[in-house]
């Protein structure tokens, strides 16, 4: 369920939609954001925006938004790391569901949208008690940044994440770049990224509802992701397709990496 905390709605011109959802520039995805939000919030009835882990059980968003936070936390292994990078954040709330289920972990979510980051501090301070998620606040800290420019010391993290935001990332390289200096060796990169199935047409991901408007991103391909991934010294543990119960697939990337 939300909690009082929501984002106000605002006005939405459709022209402008349509021009942040086909120029994809940086601002142009805050935008989208900022416009869509509250929107969203109401139709999966979260503070996520992702699009979820779908199977023969999955009876509404929400718990599908649960279900991929939770498989993320697993294939990062956050139960066995100290300190963690969630890069794209939206309102946070994943990390909150990661704080609660890992206490011994300190949190940096890292957002380029400024309000995004000031609605998860409402949500981090009030304990997002609406969502039974309890954690110690003073252990996520909120990092207003870009992703192709991390705000962190060399070999400072074991784990990042990017959860469904890679794909707005320009260029997708500088951040896999900035990934690999952030790491502590033996670091985990996690990475899911929105993608259409090879067999679904294009209109079907508009069975998404509002989610299907994220879809502004650059839809990376599939063997150049790796390739950038493999470049910069990472190897490639394991990838998977997991699927909703419409058309899109979630392409999950697990990486570690590599002495250098």
Known sequence: MLSDNKQKFVSINPVDVFLWTFRRNEN???NLYDT???LMQISTGSNMLNFGYWNENTSDPH????????????????KSSNDVLDVGSGFSEP??????????????????????????SKV???????????????????VNSTATKLPFANKSMDRIIALE?????????????????????????????????KSAKSLEVF?????????SSEHYDL???KKTITDEGFSIISTDFIGSRYTNRLLTIISKKEKF
């Open 95 to 120: 990390a909150t569901i990661w704080k609660s289920e890992f206490p011994h972990i300190k949190i940096s979510c890292l957002n380029v949208n400024p309000q995004q980051l000031n609605f998860a």
């Open 36 to 38: 869509l939000a509250s």
């Open 28 to 30: 142009d995805v805050i």
């Open 63 to 78: 718990q599908a938004q649960i279900t991929l936070c939770k498989t993320i936390a697993e294939m990062a292994e956050l």
């Open 207 to 215: 069975k998404l509802g509002i989610l299907s408007f994220t879809w």
């Open 223 to 225: 063997e150049n992701i």
């Open 165 to 197: 935001s890679a794909q707005h990332f320009k260029p997708f390289s500088e951040f896999i770049s900035e990934s690999k200096r952030v790491l502590k060796e033996k670091g985990i990169l996690v990475l899911a990224i929105p993608t259409l199935a």
């Open 124 to 142: 981090i301070k009030g304990n997002d008690s609406a969502s039974n998620h309890h954690f110690d606040s003073e252990q996520i800290d909120l």
